[in-house]
C-alpha cells in the first residue's frame, strides 16, 4: 500500500518530528507548520487524513483541532504524543481526533491506524446533527437474552442486527453486553480499539459523537459497542452506566440490538425492561425449556411486562424435537420464529462470517429474516430489491 495515496499531510512545528514523518514515507508528504495552515490546505478538498505531531498533545491545542475537525468532519485526523494518558485521550476525541499514537512512529503502526479509520470516511461525512433515527423520536432497544448459555443468543444478535442494518436508512449498532465473555466480535471477526470500558470511563462526557468514536465498524456498516476485553474489566461497567451508554445511542441509531450474558440479575432485568423488544432465545432442549419457563415467571412474578417478549425457538429442527404446543403451553407464549438446526452456523461462527452474510439465501438466514422481522415490523414490506432484508 502507498501511504501517499491517502492524501496525508503532516503538521508540526518541530522540524525533528517532521523529517522523522517525511522519513517514514518516503518524503512524498505535504507539511504545514501550523493548525492555521493546515486549515488552509484542507480548503483545497483534496486531503483525507492529517497527522498531528507533537507539538498539538496539549490542552491548549485541542480547540484549534476542534474547528479543524469541524472545518471537515470527515477528515481522519491522527495525532501523535509522546505518552498518551487517558485525559489526552479524552480530550483528543472530544475534539475530533480519531486515533492518539505514541511516538515515536512506525510504519505498521500508521498502516494499522489508516486501515482501522480509512472504511469510516465516506460515513464521517454525516455530522451528528443529521444522524437521528429517522421516523422516531428514538431508537428502538432490542435485548436478545435466554436463560441458558449457549441457546444462540449472541448467534441471532449477530445475524438479526446485520439484517436490520440492511434496511434502506436504518442506522444499526450492536452492543455487547455479555460481560464477561461477549464474543461479538469474535463472531464478526472485528477487532475493537475501544470498549464500552472506555465509555464507562468517560460518563460524565458522553455525548453521541464521543460514544460513537468508541464504536468498531463491521464491512457492512454495522456498528459494534463491544464488550470488555477481560472478565476482570467487568467490574468497570455498571447497570446505570450502560443504561447511560443505551440512552446515548437510542439518540442517533434507529435500532440498539443488545446482546446478554445467560443469568437473571438486575443488569439483564434492566436491558429487559428499558428494551421495546426482547427476544428470548430458547433452544431445543428441555433444560432450556425449564429455564425459559422459570425466567418467565420470575418476569411476571417481578411484574414485569411480558406482552414486549418474543418467544424464538433456536435449532427447531433439532433431532429431540420438542412439540410446538407443549412448549407454548408451558411457556404460556406462542412461539414468534424459529431459526432451524444447520452445520452453517458452527462453521459461520468458526470463521468469524455470519450465516446472513454467506448464505443468504439458506434456510437457517431466511429463519433470521423471520426474527428481524419481529422486530423490523413497522418499516412497510418490499422497501429494498431482494425482499425486506436485501442488501444495501
Ligand atoms: N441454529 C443453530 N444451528 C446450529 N448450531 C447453532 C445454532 N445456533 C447456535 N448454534 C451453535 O451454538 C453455539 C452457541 O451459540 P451462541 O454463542 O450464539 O450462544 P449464546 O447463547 O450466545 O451462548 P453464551 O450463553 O455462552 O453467550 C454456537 O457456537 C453455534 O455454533
Ligand atoms: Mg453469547
Known sequence: MSLAEHNLLVVDQDDDFVSAAKELFEGRLPVARSIEEASSTVESGELRMLLLGPSFSNDESMESIRTLHNQDPSLILMLVAESVTADLLRSAMRAGVSDVLEAPLNEPMIEAAIEQFSHDVLKRKS??????????????????????????????????????????????????????????????????????????????????????????????????????????FADDITTAGLMQMLDVLQETYDFVVVDT?????????????????????????????????????????????????????????????LNNKEIEAALKMEIAA???????????????????????????????????????????????????????
Open 127 to 232: 455530522t451528528v446533527k443529521d444522524m437521528a433515527p429517522t421516523e422516531r423520536e428514538s431508537g428502538q432497544i432490542i435485548t436478545v437474552t435466554s436463560a441458558k448459555g449457549g441457546s444462540g443468543k449472541t448467534v441471532m444478535a449477530t445475524n438479526v442486527a446485520l439484517l436490520l442494518n440492511r434496511l434502506p436508512d436504518k442506522k444499526v449498532v450492536l452492543v455487547d453486553a455479555d460481560l464477561q465473555f461477549g464474543d461479538v466480535c469474535l463472531l464478526l471477526q472485528i477487532e475493537p480499539r475501544f470498549t464500552m470500558v472506555n465509555a464507562a470511563h468517560e460518563l460524565h462526557h458522553l455525548d453521541p459523537e464521543m460514544l460513537d468514536s468508541l464504536l468498531t465498524e463491521h464491512p457492512t456498516g454495522l456498528r459494534v459497542l463491544a464488550a470488555p476485553l477481560e472478565p476482570a
Open 261 to 321: 450474558a445467560s443469568m437473571l440479575d438486575e443488569l439483564i432485568l434492566s436491558l429487559i425492561e428499558k428494551a421495546d423488544d426482547v427476544l428470548m432465545i430458547v433452544d431445543m432442549d428441555l433444560p432450556s425449556l425449564k429455564n425459559a419457563k422459570l425466567a418467565l415467571e420470575t418476569l411476571r412474578l417481578l411484574k414485569f411486562s411480558t406482552s414486549n417478549v418474543k418467544l424464538v425457538m433456536n435449532r427447531s429442527n433439532a433431532k429431540n424435537k
Open 338 to 392: 424459529a431459526v432451524p438446526s444447520d452445520a452453517s452456523v458452527p462453521n459461520s461462527v468458526n470463521e468469524g462470517r455470519p450465516v446472513v452474510e454467506t448464505d443468504p439465501k439458506g434456510k437457517v438466514a431466511k429463519g433470521f429474516e423471520s426474527v428481524a422481522s419481529l422486530v423490523a415490523g413497522k418499516i412497510p414490506e418490499g422497501t429494498s430489491k431482494g425482499g425486506l432484508f436485501g442488501r444495501k
